[in-house]
């Protein structure tokens, strides 16, 4: 199990950079139009970041939440 914890975060880490580029491009822009909305900005690097940190967040949470059942799972 800790080497696919370890696979799953270094995948994270190196794919990161790349999806908030792509983020901030326009893809899924629709998750940080409110922020940009909110504070009355044209910018998209800040509000992309922190919805692409929350996606991200989000998918550790899941998958530490089955990783979890998963492990309790096992006999």
Do not use: C, D
Not at 27 to 34: K, R, T, V, W
């Amino acid at each position: 199990m800790g080497f696919l914890r370890r696979g799953f975060y270094l995948l994270l880490g190196f794919t990161f950079p790349g999806f908030w580029l792509f983020h901030a491009g326009g893809l899924l822009a629709p998750l940080y139009l409110p922020l940009q909305k909110l504070f009355h900005t044209e910018a998209t690097g800040w509000p992309s970041f922190i919805t692409a940190s929350l996606i991200y967040i989000s998918a550790i949470a899941v998958f530490e939440f089955f990783a979890g059942a998963l492990k309790n799972a096992r006999p």
